[in-house]
T-cell receptor, first 109, second 116 residues
């Protein structure tokens, strides 16, 4: 089987930096995705990591350590619009994406 | 290009009824996956279709079924509805199952099903 864990909720203030962690246990690992989902909307793709290391995209970065079964999403210069759920999802060869339960991030002024 | 279209957006059904949800993927995308999203469980995988064939299936009872047509549009059906089936049902498309590894899925806005 597989297990994906991420914190349920996090809070932060505008302008701050927040790190959302995701740990996973799975066989046949084929990459890890991060999605953002605003309330009432569809999840949207943020990042994909298949090799160890950091991938940076503007204010958002994602890190992967395959040996530790660990990833994080780093959000810099937080804005109110970043309040959303952040979903970690693991890809395995031959199967559909499996998602964690998501982390709800609340950004306050 | 048009995104992933799910219809209807909202649905209210009574226990014991059945329901059919529809998903039209992005033009050219041939792989469609369905997920159930609830506050307590997050996104749970239902099934995945590619070229009219079910490739993968999640751990849901047989009341949940689906199919894909030759134009890649997909439908899912839930029979004998239960209160616990109330959820947001999301459809996601990708070019093909291998392509999702690099580009992920594009999700539709979902169908909000309420069972009363």
């Amino acid at each position: 089987g597989q297990n994906i864990d991420q914190p349920t909720e996090m809070t932060a203030t505008e302008g701050a930096i927040v790190q959302i962690n995701c740990t996973y246990q799975t066989s046949g690992f084929n990459g890890l995705f991060w999605y953002q989902q605003h309330a009432g909307e569809a999840p949207t793709f943020l990042s994909y990591n298949v090799l160890d290391g950091l991938e940076e995209k503007g204010r958002f970065s994602s890190f992967l350590s395959r040996s530790k079964g660990y990833s994080y999403l780093l959000l810099k210069e937080l804005q109110m619009k970043d309040s959303a759920s952040y979903l970690c999802a693991v890809s395995r060869a031959g199967t559909a994406l499996i998602f964690g339960k998501g982390t709800t991030l609340s950004v306050s002024s | 290009k048009a995104g992933v279209t799910q219809t209807p957006r909202y649905l209210i059904k009574t226990r014991g009824q059945q329901v059919t949800l529809s998903c039209s993927p992005i033009s050219g995308h041939r792989s469609v996956s369905w997920y159930q999203q609830t506050p307590g469980q997050g996104l749970q995988f239902l099934f995945e279709y590619f070229s009219e064939t079910q490739r993968n299936k999640g751990n849901f009872p047989g009341r949940f079924s689906g199919r894909q047509f030759s134009n890649s549009r997909s439908e899912m059906n839930v029979s004998t509805l239960e209160l616990g089936d109330s959820a947001l049902y999301l459809c996601a498309s990708s070019l093909n199952p291998g392509q999702r590894a690099n580009y992920g899925y594009t999700f539709g806005s979902g169908t909000r099903l309420t069972v009363v």
